[in-house]
């Protein structure tokens, strides 16, 4: 990761280092209608939603390719024994079989030519019963414009075949202006699902 890369992912975790989980985090536990008290928290930043998953129950398996978000967790979590932190990117990251997924927007920095295979990981990763929720990124969305980033667009239809085999229980488009975590705003388009899998 370059060193400009780096100081913008610096700025964004000091920005929301104290913001709480997401609600969609706490409607997933909600969900989980599996046997299963895992949970994988995927691209994980300051840790918010590991924060809320621990706090649930939850034994968490938490990942971050960024160093800073890594340390930072690791010092959050430095009394919690049901967590665990770990260096990684999504196309490296070993998946536990989980109860649930979080994803909350992160996926969408995965390497598109990397994706098909994150995808079938954590797919797999998710037991019968088990919820992934996160956020994937549309196609009008500001940042495609900018080839530095590395992002994943996906169509709406593209992001809903993902979900064969799962019932999508919450599906939402943001397609508007809006602010960014670190204050400038820009045009996102993002998709927000909320999907259990099927029993085989
Ligand atoms: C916008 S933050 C979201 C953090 C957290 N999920 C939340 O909702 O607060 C996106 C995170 O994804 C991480 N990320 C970006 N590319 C990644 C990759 N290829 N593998 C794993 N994590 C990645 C970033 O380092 C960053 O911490």
Redesign the pocket.
Known sequence: MDELKKKI?SE?YQK?AA?PH?QSTEKAVSLNLSDSLVAL??????G??TAYLLSQGYTVSA????QE?VEFCRKRFADETAVSIHC????SFTYPQAGLVVA???LF??HPESFPVIWQKIRASIQAGGVFCGDFMGPDDEWLEDKSHILTPLSEQDVKALFEGFEILEFSERNRRGPTARGPEKHWHTFSVMARKSAI
């Open positions: 992912w964004y929301v913001n997401k928290d995927c691209g994980c930043g300051t918010s939603d990942f971050d390719v960024n978000s990684s990117g999504f196309e909350n927007a992160s920095f995965a």
